[in-house]
């Protein structure tokens, strides 16, 4: 279907054209023109404000909305064409037009609005990437859904998208584990396993360890009894991540690549990255004595002897970073740089990370390490993700990882529904915080948002069981019957592609669950008041009727599935 903003602004703009080409208009740039949706009827369908050319124009903006009017070249999508102060140009649809739009949303099915921003363009979404120590909670799952939906914006823009999935299993998290791990199996075979205050600050306390202990002292008796945590670790490796894999299953979440952070260790490729960055001067030798808190960065150098830094400081960082400490221990900071760089050599023209607000800051020294290899960090773009609250009676649960107090993404969906976790997730900017509220998420009620929305696709399956029970087929429909209240409806549908285009240039997949919500409120009311099979319907008047209400169903379910949602048809 059209993009009914694109091809206005086209017309606008060679309408301006002609006038420089017929001297009615001096020469100068036509940037920035760009149609919007009116907020009243009467101002017509779209408006294009020309205030910016009236000082290139060196004339009113009004007289440069009139010219633009004169010279408008014909449309069918367009009926009239009005200018109006102090500088606008407002376009009324064609009514005929409109209507074909229904044939139009047949035609595309369920590629409804697959747009070619992307065309020939490689995108990544990195996003989820727990380190496999735990299962998912609320916090980490509100980024696996608004990654997941950018990745499948990003397809419907047009994009080849790769969903990745980054993790590490090593470090202390890794080895805490698989020490809290031996700790329930000794239990399950019977010891009793005395911890000290210093070892319960590390001890994973979830009840999924005991599980995993009962597993493996079942699989190996007490054979482990006298290993040290790496076969623990990679034992609670290996189950987490199934774990974490079936989870993400549950609301229909796949990644195409798993990278595991190891193989920056085993290839080599983080001593290259700080190789370059050395023969390019950004590297330098220091103790934390050296270099004072405002200089560098002071939680990383562990003040035991020389740390190797980044002179981040350089590229606008606030101060310098540790890449390495005295101990020759790597901070996160150089896998992370090595780790961008290896996305960069595969090729993909553009990478987005979904990331938690406390790594915002590493996302910035990441980019300068980029910067610092001369490499095009404006490929790298990050969405932030806020905390997560659950709430249950209004009241805040609090959530404990490490002690197994927490809502996990499977309590979620057990409590509620994939549909509602994905939807109540997505239904807020990332950058803002959330309260999932538990109570409402399992409401059968208009009040329920994830309701409301497919309750339209129900109704619009629910009409044609309901002509098939009484043998009525739409046949050769004349869609010139059709009513204000469908064409109502139908210009809220083309606003989809431009949700879509706005939401994959900007990062910003929230925007397709606020425009289901306004379409499901657009929608409900014709459904009440536009008939199809009552008897007094005209059986012409019915054809068409039914015909439209099979496109709605058409457009609900792509912008489900846009969400990663179902599209029931009973509920």
Not at 67 to 92: Q, R
Not at 229 to 256: C, G, N, P, S
Not at 502 to 522: D, K, M, V
Request: hydrophobic share 40%; net charge negative.
């Amino acid at each position: 279907m059209i993009l009914a903003t694109r091809e206005i602004s086209r017309l606008v703009r060679e309408s301006l054209h002609a006038a420089q080409a017929a001297g009615k208009l001096p020469e100068f740039e036509l940037e920035g023109i760009e149609a919007r949706p009116s907020k009243r009827a009467e101002q017509g369908d779209y408006n294009v404000a020309l205030m910016p050319f009236a000082r290139p124009a060196r004339m009113s903006p009004l007289q440069i909305a009139q010219i633009a009017v004169e010279l408008m070249p014909p449309s069918d999508m367009v009926a009239k064409v009005e200018a109006a102060a102090p500088g606008y140009v407002n376009m009324f649809l064609s009514e005929d037009w409109l209507r074909a739009q229904v044939e139009a949303i047949y035609a595309e099915n369920d590629d409804l609005y697959r747009l070619d921003l992307g065309q020939g363009k490689r995108a990544q979404v990195e996003f989820v990437s727990a380190n496999p120590t735990a299962p998912l909670h609320i916090g980490r799952s509100r980024g696996a859904i608004v990654g997941d939906t950018m990745a499948r914006l990003l397809e419907a823009a047009g994009y080849d998208v790769e969903r990745e999935y980054y993790f590490n299993n090593a470090g202390a998290q890794m080895r805490n584990l698989g020490n809290s791990l031996k700790v329930r199996y000794l239990e399950a075979l019977g010891q009793t396993v005395e911890l000290s205050e210093e070892d319960l600050k590390t001890f994973y306390q979830g009840e999924y360890l005991r599980d995993f202990a009962r597993e493996l002292a079942l699989e190996k008796g007490d054979a482990w009894i006298n290993e040290d945590y790496h076969l623990f670790k990679a034992y609670a490796e290996q189950k987490m991540f199934e774990m974490i894999k079936a989870t993400l299953d549950r609301v229909d979440i796949h990644h195409d690549n798993f990278f595991n952070e190891n193989s920056l260790y085993e290839n080599g490729a983080i001593w290259e990255v700080l190789e370059a960055l050395d023969k390019r001067g950004y590297i330098y030798k220091a103790s934390k004595s050296a270099v004072t808190d405002d200089q560098g960065d002071d939680e990383n150098a562990d003040g035991k002897g020389e740390a190797t830094w980044f002179r981040s400081s350089d590229f606008g960082d606030s101060k310098d970073r540790v890449l390495v400490k005295s101990s020759g221990e790597p901070t996160y900071t150089l896998p992370d740089i090595a780790y961008h760089k290896n996305k960069l050599d595969r090729g993909f023209d553009l990478l987005i990370n979904v990331l938690g607000a406390d790594h915002y800051t590493q996302y910035q020294v990441v980019r300068a390490g980029i910067r610092a290899l001369d490499l095009d960090a404006s490929k790298i773009n990050v969405i932030i993700v806020q905390l997560v609250a659950i709430l249950r009676g209004g009241e805040v649960v609090r959530m404990s990882s490490r002690k197994g107090d927490f809502e996990t993404l499977d309590d979620l969906i057990d409590q509620t529904s994939a549909d509602a976790v994905r939807y109540m997730l997505l239904a807020r900017s990332s950058d803002t915080h959330l309260n999932f509220d538990l109570d409402l998420a399992i409401k059968k009620s208009n009040e329920n948002p994830v309701y409301y929305i497919q309750y339209a696709h129900v109704r619009c399956a629910g009409i044609f069981r309901e002509a098939a029970a009484r043998g009525v087929r739409v046949q050769n429909p004349d869609l010139r019957l059709l009513g204000d209240a469908e064409l109502k409806f139908l210009r809220k549908v083309l606003e989809l592609g431009e949700v879509i285009e706005l939401s994959a240039s900007t990062f910003e997949p929230h925007r397709i669950a606020f425009y289901a919500l306004e379409l499901a409120n657009a929608f409900h009311p014709v459904f009440d008041n536009v008939r199809v099979l009552a008897s007094d319907v005209d059986p012409a008047v019915a054809q068409a009727r039914l015909y439209f209400f099979g496109a709605a169903q058409i457009v609900f379910r792509r912008v489900l599935r846009l969400m990663g949602m179902t599209a029931p048809e009973v509920m």
